[in-house]
């Protein structure tokens, strides 16, 4: 306890904190019983890219029904038509639910019109939230050595050429995120780079939890370091250490990746995502306590990571 104590101090002070969660969105909490749901946002500003595309990359809702014995990344798909929330500077309206990042300002203001918008979508409120910078993530991956990815299906990258081919592989941090960038050619299209997204997040857990890391302190100041420069947090006024305790039991066969149900769909000549009937029960379930029954009704819809 005494050791934990001491990193979560040593990671806090390296984390930049925020408030990412508009006040609609946040959710009142005194402890860490009961079910927890947290946002993930992430966002990779890749060399060349237009310094004004804001966008968010990814979103995740991290879903921990109560007892804190399983957890369900909840990839919302990037073109999701979504009904955005006015902001200063924009006026409100319909657009992909990443577009609200980019009218907020990006940022933590940008997180903050994300995080609105999702809880007038879904019903739920945050029990906190944290901004992930994909290319800092890079050098996380590369302090642990690699991961370990399985490519289910081949594909080229559209961005540095590199041929992906099936099977499983060490991947530095660099050809990590290349590949989980990915979603052209691919069957399942946004789906599949949803399906790796979570993938990569689970691979990057289990390096991180391996006896060898912690045997190293100097390796895991490194990497916690790295991990912290990579992160913006709002911790919802709960310490970071109480957090990480609270989760530290979560079995390692415990995530699950979850897809929202969704349809691609043009709308005047623009390719959108549509929820299946307002998502098929999904939202309901992380509102209340069914969320191992829904999942268990919509095997479709949900990986073992």
């Known amino acids: 306890m005494a050791g934990l104590h001491w990193l979560t101090n040593r990671y806090d002070r390296t984390v930049t904190k925020e408030q990412l969660l508009d006040a609609s969105a946040r959710q009142k909490r005194t402890d860490l019983s009961g079910p927890l749901n947290y946002l993930l946002i992430g966002s990779d500003h890749r060399p060349g890219a237009n310094p004004e595309d804001q966008r968010s990359d990814s979103i995740l809702i991290v879903h921990v029904p109560a007892g804190l014995r399983q957890a369900y990344l909840i990839s919302v798909p990037r073109d999701l038509l979504v009904a955005i929330p006015a902001a200063p500077g924009f006026g409100g309206g319909q657009d992909k639910v990443n577009a609200a990042y980019e009218h907020g300002g990006g940022g933590a203001a940008g997180a903050r019109l994300l995080s609105a918008t999702l809880t007038r979508l879904t019903g739920l409120r945050f029990d906190g939230a944290a901004l992930i910078d994909f290319s800092g993530f890079k050098q996380v991956i590369d302090l642990l050595g690699g991961i370990r990815m399985c490519v289910d299906t081949p594909v080229r990258s559209i961005h540095t050429k590199t041929q992906f081919d099936t099977g499983c592989q060490q991947m530095d941090g660099a050809r990590t995120l290349d590949y ?29 939890g391996q006896t060898h890391l912690r045997s190293d302190p100097v390796k895991l100041d490194r990497v916690l370091r790295a991990v912290g420069g990579a992160l913006t947090l709002d911790s919802n006024g709960v310490p970071l250490e109480d957090l990480l305790f609270a989760l530290r ?37 992380l509102r209340g306590t069914r969320m191992p029954e829904w999942a268990a009704a919509h095997p479709g819809w949900v990986t073992r990571l």
């Not at 990746?257 to 029960?281: F, H």
């Open 180 to 208: 989980v960038r990915q979603r052209y050619d691919l069957p399942g299209g946004d789906y599949d780079r949803q399906r790796h997204q979570q993938q990569m997040l689970r691979a990057v857990l289990d390096k991180a």
């Open 249 to 285: 039991g979560l079995p390692a066969d415990a995530l699950h990746g979850v897809q929202v149900p969704s349809s691609p769909q043009t709308i005047d000549q623009v390719s959108y995502v549509v929820l299946d009937n307002g998502g098929g029960g999904l939202f309901d379930a």
